[in-house]
T-cell receptor, first 114, second 113 residues
Framework: NAGVTQTPKFRILKIGQSMTLQCTQDMNHNYMYWYRQDPGMGLKLIYYSVGAGITDKGEVPNGYNVSRSTTEDFPLRLELAAPSQTSVYFC?????????????FGDGTRLSIL | KQEVTQIPAALSVPEGENLVLNCSFTDSAIYNLQWFRQDPGKGLTSLLLIQSSQREQTSGRLNASLDKSSGRSTLYIAASQPGDSATYLCAVRHTSNTGKLIFGQGTTLQVKP
C-alpha cells in the first residue's frame, strides 16, 4: 500500500532551470494538494485539485504550475527556478469535501536552488 | 483570513511528564481540525482528526480537544516518551468545498530520557 509517492526526494537546481516534481497516489482520492514548507514554518498551499482536469491556486502559487490529467497524478512544475523556491515540497491527497478522513502526505521533495 | 498559531514553538520535557500543546485559530467556521506529527526529514503523519461537531478525540496516550467558540485546540500527551520527540502541527480545514488546510507553525517537542 504505497499511499502518496513523491519523486525525487532531493534535488539541487541552478537559478533559471526548470523541473517537475512528481506526485502519485493509489488511494483513488479525488482531492490532491501541493504544499511548501520553509524552515521553522508550517505548510503553505501552492495549488490544489478537486478532480482530474480541475486545478486552482492556493496561497502561494506564483512561480509554479500544475496539471491533473488523471486521478492518480498531480505534477508540480517550476519554470524558472529562483532562490526563494528553496523549500521542502509536500504532496497530499484526500477523499471528497464531505469526508472527514484525514489528508495523506508524501515524504516530501527537498529542493535547493543555487 | 484564517490564521493558525501554535504556542510554544519548542518544548523540552523529561520522560514521563504529561504535556499539553496549544493551537489557536481566528475563524471558527471550520470543518475539522487535524493534529499531525512530523519527524525530521519526513512527511506528515495524521494523529487525530476532530470534526467540528466533536469536542475531543483520543488515540492511545494522545487526546485532542476542540473549542470552536474560543478558537482553540489542545493536544494532550500522557506519560511522554523519548519516541514522542518530533514536531507537532495542527491544521484547520475551512467549511468551503476545497478541503484546503491552514497550518500552524508547529511545536517542536523534545522528550529527554
Amino acid at each position: 500500500n504505497a499511499g502518496v509517492t513523491q519523486t525525487p526526494k532531493f534535488r539541487i537546481l541552478k537559478i533559471g532551470q526548470s523541473m517537475t516534481l512528481q506526485c502519485t497516489q493509489d488511494m483513488n482520492h479525488n482531492y490532491m494538494y501541493w504544499y511548501r514548507q520553509d524552515p521553522g514554518m508550517g505548510l503553505k498551499l501552492i495549488y490544489y485539485s478537486v478532480g482530474a482536469g480541475i486545478t486552482d491556486k492556493g496561497e502561494v502559487p506564483n512561480g509554479y504550475n500544475v496539471s491533473r490529467s488523471t486521478t492518480e497524478d498531480f505534477p508540480l512544475r517550476l519554470e524558472l527556478a529562483a532562490p526563494s523556491q528553496t523549500s521542502v515540497y509536500f504532496c497530499a491527497s484526500s477523499f471528497g469535501v464531505y469526508s472527514n478522513q484525514p489528508q495523506h502526505f508524501g515524504d516530501g521533495t527537498r529542493l535547493s536552488i543555487l | 483570513k484564517q490564521e493558525v498559531t501554535q504556542i510554544p514553538a519548542a518544548l523540552s520535557v523529561p520522560e514521563g511528564e504529561n504535556l499539553v500543546l496549544n493551537c489557536s485559530f481566528t475563524d471558527s467556521a471550520i470543518y475539522n481540525l487535524q493534529w499531525f506529527r512530523q519527524d525530521p526529514g519526513k512527511g506528515l503523519t495524521s494523529l487525530l482528526l476532530i470534526q467540528s461537531s466533536q469536542r475531543e478525540q483520543t488515540s492511545g496516550r494522545l487526546n485532542a480537544s476542540l473549542d470552536k467558540s474560543s478558537g482553540r485546540s489542545t493536544l494532550y500527551i500522557a506519560a511522554s516518551q523519548p519516541g514522542d520527540s518530533a514536531t507537532y502541527l495542527c491544521a484547520v480545514r475551512h467549511t468551503s468545498n476545497t478541503g484546503k488546510l491552514i497550518f500552524g507553525q508547529g511545536t517542536t517537542l523534545q522528550v529527554k530520557p
